[in-house]
């Protein structure tokens, strides 16, 4: 058993060695995809790279080198795209928006030893500050900034988008903060700026800085989070909502406590990791995460339709010595027409033949009948369409139970209402009453009847029907109208 | 056919509708690949998704009245008319999305996703609304617009959320793609059939021969009856029905009968109509044919 142990360990080691030769063998490579852009692919299905090259030691005005892109569905089969168009240094000109998270747990308010500060200027805070507003003078008018505080609370003091000012203001504002609020939610505090940052447009660079690991509150203490509750976070979490919403993080480990799974999270969406131990180095750290995105590349090309909602992109170059630069990153496509089916199946066919055969059924079937023997049928009331059939020379219609055509219901129905005679020489039908009875809405005591006459007696309607081809023999009727 | 008959007919012709697009769209989507852009693939599945449900409506009208040669081109205006529906229902769900959509979805993530699937909701119900007004085209007839134009905003809207749910959460499940087309056409049927008769000026009903019990809702300024199946009441298997043999008009609140030529018989009440406005249970024959005037259901 231990050996089972000791070999998992061992494992892990050489696992652990291996993703950090690969990750060095990326940089190694001097190549990098930063960023990749969905917000032209519903568009223009038009998807851009953000590529970090500076080995290719390219600068503004000289001619773009030829870039190469493929996509993929599942990193193995690789497919050619079109690049449409490469932007030498496009942020520039584009502008790019920062979101600075800044740790203010208590241990930030320790000299960068990791002692109580002497004086005012001295803790890690005040040195996080000022690089902080270094870094705020030298962005351009292009650029949007936004600034939030963490430690136990999150504070998103000066939302992305902003202007350098309003975020140097929220700088002075930053204060110690109690025991209960000195905790280090850096995973937690991550994803809420990565939510608050994800709408900004263009490139997004979110820069988080702390001088310690992950420290849950709720975690810590056995409480719930004032603000977050039980709520927690993980690194994978973090990668994918980053890379969901295409933002980088590039993460600072200040003084000598660092966060292990940070450099993970950097690293995974797209950005790096620095350490610095004091406020110069931190200064410098600033400058060369702002000088390296703007010195991105933009390589814009043709998106394919591959399945699937997580998509790769291989970016790959010739530098300058005739070598091939390449590399790899993934993104995510939609979700609604992203999914591809799978192969036709022959049941398919039954499907479309069922729904056709239904149809055509419903087209050629004799939905109706013809009538074939004279009758009454009720046209209203619960008993609507129920049919009598008159046989032989006189049918009594009425409320009696032993009338011919007996309709209960109707107070107003004499029992014998009225008379249906048939003379089957001249295959007539005439209906006789005592007292009027409508028919077609005319008061009749006696009157040949046709086909579809509707005879009303004292409130009871029903129609008189009969076969149509059978005509009447002799004499036609006198009810008006041309017969032909 | 009675009201209620018709409604269940209805119904299933928009489940017919669902089960012969289902393999369609599959299919589509299995070839997803070979589409150069989100654009055309998203027009090829609202041009089947129209022309499927645009042909099943569009034949309804014929099976109703029992005339074959206006359910075959009913059928194909249906189709070619569906086809134009899909295609502009989903241009406008596109043109939604980017147009309203990146002011409310502003993230990649929100846009790709529920943002999608409230562009395809839209197009699904403009499509509806669309399918809906085919009759009332068809038949030029401003009441049928205003029927579909109703039905098809409630049909089309519940049916649209529905299929647009199904595919935001169980993306690729075949299964719940069938289960959303159904019940789009369901609710596109019943929803039409259920405004059917509110905007109608009355309805006929007929009360003897081979189509004994259909009812025809005057829903058109004119609407001509004969045994010429371009006729809007086609009296097939009636004697003594010339091919246009009456006309029954609506305007101002007010329904005539009108004799299409001298000499075909068309009385109200036994009597020539002579431009009366036809009033409730009236008797009206036509040939040999007899009509009931009312409001039925």
Known sequence: MNGDIAMTTTKRA?????????????????????????????????????????ALGLADGVEPPLFEVWESGDGADWLQRPVSRVSLEPNADEGISFFLLLDNSGSMWTDPAGAEAQDAGGSRIESAKAAARAFLGALSPKDGVGLAVFNTRYWNASPPGGRPADAERVLD????????????????????????????PGRRVLIVLSDGENYPYALKTGKPNPETGIRSASPSDIVDSAVRDGVTVYAIRFGAQRDPLVARIAEETGGRTFDAMDGAELARVYDEIRTDVLSEIAVDYRAGMIPGEKRWVKVAVANAAGGRLSATRHYFAGTVLGRGAGEPRPYYLLFVGAAAAAWLTLVLAKLERETDRAGVRLLYGSQATRFF?????????????????????????KASHATILFDEAKNVYTIVADSPVSVNNHNVVRRRLESGDVINMAGTVVVFDEELAKGPKGPKGAEGGKRR | MSLTL??????????????????????????????????????????????????FFGSFEGIVVSSRPKAFSGLLFGAAFGAVAGAAGVMAGQLFLFSAGSALWKTASARNGVGLAIASGVAWTIIGVILALTEGLRARSARKLLVGLAGGSFGGLAGGAALSAVSYFFPGEPWSLLAGLAVFGLSLGLCYSLFENRFSSGALMLLNGPLKGKEYYVLSRAMRIGSGSDCDIVLKGYPDVEKAHATVRASGGKVVVEQERS????????????????KPEDVIAVGKAKFIYGYFG
């Open chain 1, 14 to 54: 050489i696992a652990a060695a291996l993703m950090a030769a690969a990750g060095a063998g990326a940089w190694a490579q001097g190549i990098s995809i930063t960023q990749i852009g969905t917000e032209r692919l519903l568009s223009n299905q038009e998807t851009r790279v953000y590529v970090s090259a500076p």
């Open chain 1, 173 to 200: 504002e930053i204060s110690r903060p109690g025991t209960e609020d000195a905790f280090t939610e850096l995973f937690l505090s991550l994803q809420r700026g990565l939510a608050d940052f994800a709408a900004e």
């Open chain 1, 389 to 413: 059939a008159i046989a032989g020379p006189q049918t009594v219609i009425g409320a009696a139970p032993d009338a011919d055509v007996s309709i209960a219901g109707n107070p107003s129905l």
């Open chain 2, 6 to 55: 018709k409604r269940v007919f209805m119904a299933v012709f928009g489940l017919l509708g669902a089960l012969f697009l289902w393999p369609c769209l599959l299919t589509l989507q299995y070839y997803q690949e070979s589409f150069p852009s989100y654009l055309l693939f998203s027009l090829a599945q609202g041009i089947a998704l129209g022309m499927a449900f645009g042909a």
């Open chain 2, 263 to 278: 000499g075909a018989r068309v009385l109200v009440n036994d009597e020539p109509p002579a431009g009366r406005a036809l």
